[in-house]
């Protein structure tokens, strides 16, 4: 006898053997025990979850002899007539190669034949979706009122491309991808039965790459057990061409270092290990969004199918990564997947990794995104300072120090639109000049060798809207010349401190105030007088610039 592959041996016999469907198959056996059979259904959903197997056991329900609550007996002669497919009333066509007018007019003469041997006339359509525009008008007006002896069972991946005037004609079930852990179920229990060694890793990557089919599943289970009875790990990712999850993290921390040469040697070493590079992308896809899920759910069962040690390493290495990072990674493979249909796989995949290593190099969206997240991530958040313990007091600050410690940024304290003149000897007054009765608009100038003795009220201003600088200026003085305010301060603090413009403009404003004019401000230096020995006046500037 013929080798029967996995998935066609331990294909559901009843209703209650489909796994991972139950929200349809108790609809339908509630149905049938009631004895309502719709003249059309349509069964849509991904591949391998069970839409051809549900419409064969429904074919063989609705003829069995001795139906037990819905579900076919399995037993009579018609159950075992069915299943050896010889019951020429069950009608299988493939739409994709049957999609023609032609196909259709033949099936329309068809039906209107009673059934030979069985109850019901069953035509299961498999892709339904593939026929013509009019096959599609060829099978609607069958469709929408049939013979009574006869029942359509249409099955789809792609449901979105049948017309809504064959939606609305159809009872519609939706078949979901199958849970993983009860892929895992399966595949131990068929394991079992064919007495094959199968570890939980290994079911777990197995049920990872069938996303959701159990067909796939069956289908790799036997790849597998054509090179071993012992089914590891290792095993599947040979069999599978799978990149692994050793791979997967190397990969993914040559990317988080940006290290391109690294990524791209892996890649050759894979490519040379025929691994197919869109695979390998899908894997990686599915690695960082395995990343975004660690990331994101707290909770201690997470949507993730992978081993326990698997698991913990994810973990680990999402520690490196902040979430928007992950997303732009995720943009960009995204972006390649699409690319790779038409281009060249390995090209496309090497762009794609230099593009996460390098993001300054492409100019697209997803990699705008990863060189935002990057910036974001290095920024460096300043932390707050801790409070002093209770025994300590915390030494005031010294605003002057801290101040004049800061790199100057302006020239010099001098105006820039007018050169400073320097101070007369003595600072004599300048000559009366005979002015016109306006005085009340010249600046407040006493004869006391023409010093401000205002500047303590200007000096009182500036304690309310510039503390640092009044305590710099304390105990200076100031003088008028011209359209200059002059100040003389001791403080050696002061010269560096007034460079900054916003200190200088504090202090004009002060001034504006008291005075009632705008002066441009300036140091006073005293000349020295004709008796003054220049060396000793040499010596004390100094000794001043040394303090």
Known sequence: MAYQALYRKYRP??????????????????????????????????????????????????NCLNPKDGNPCGECEMCRAISEETVTDICEIDAASNNGIN??????????????????????????HMLSISAFNGLLKTLEEPPEHVVFILATTEVHKLPSTILSRCQRFD????????????????????????????????????????????????????????????????VCAMAGNDYLLGLADLIKQKDIEG???????????????????NELIGHYRDLMIVKTVKAKHKPI??????????????????LGEIMAVLNVLQSATAAMQT????????????????????????????????????????????????EEKEEPKDEVKEAVTKEITEPTFEEEEIPLPEAPDEYAPEPEVQEPEVKEAEPKVTNNEG???????????????????????????????GDYLLIDSKNSQFRS??????????????AEQVLGSVYKLGPYRKAPSESEDPLASFAAKLKELEN
Not at 21 to 37: A, F, G, P, V, Y
Not at 268 to 280: A, E, G, I, Y
Not at 375 to 381: A, F, N, P
Not at 382 to 387: G, Q, Y
């Open 343 to 390: 281009g060249n796989r390995r090209c496309e995949m090497e762009m794609a990794i230099i593009k996460l290593c390098s993001p300054k190099v492409a100019t697209d969206i997803e990699s705008l995104e990863l060189r935002i997240a990057a910036l974001e991530r290095s920024t460096v958040s300043v932390k707050p300072t801790a409070e002093p313990k209770p």
């Open 13 to 62: 016999k009843t209703f209650a053997d489909v796994v991972g469907q139950e929200h349809i198959t108790d609809t339908l056996r509630n149905e049938l025990s009631e004895n309502k059979i719709v003249h059309a259904y349509l069964f849509t959903g991904t591949r391998g979850t069970g839409k051809t197997t549900c419409a064969k056991i429904l074919s063989k329900a609705i």
């Open 175 to 238: 078949f979901r991808r199958i849970d993983p852990e009860k892929i895992i179920e399966r595949l131990k229990y068929v394991a079992e039965c064919e007495g094959l060694t199968l570890t939980d890793d290994a079911a777990s990557l197995i049920a990872g790459a069938a996303d959701g089919g159990m067909r796939d599943a069956l289908s790799i289970l036997d790849l597998c057990a054509s090179n071993n009875t012992s089914i590891d790990e290792s095993v599947v990712a040979n």
């Open 263 to 281: 990524a791209i040697m892996m890649l050759d070493k894979l490519h040379n290990s025929s691994v197919d590079m869109l695979r390998l992308l």
């Open 103 to 128: 196909d259709i007019r033949e099936l329309r003469e068809q039906v209107n034949f009673s059934p030979v041997t069985a109850k019901y006339r069953v035509y299961i359509i498999d892709e339904v």
């Open 451 to 481: 010093d401000v003795p205002e500047w303590e009220d200007i000096i009182s201003i500036l304690r309310k809207t510039c503390p640092l600088i009044a305590g710099v200026l304390q105990g200076s003085k100031a003088y008028i010349k």
């Open 497 to 510: 401190l007034v460079n900054n413009a916003t200190y200088r403009n504090s202090i004009r404003n002060a």
């Open 305 to 322: 199918v992978c081993s326990a040690a698997k698991l913990l390493a994810l973990e680990n290495q999402a520690q490196d990564y902040e």
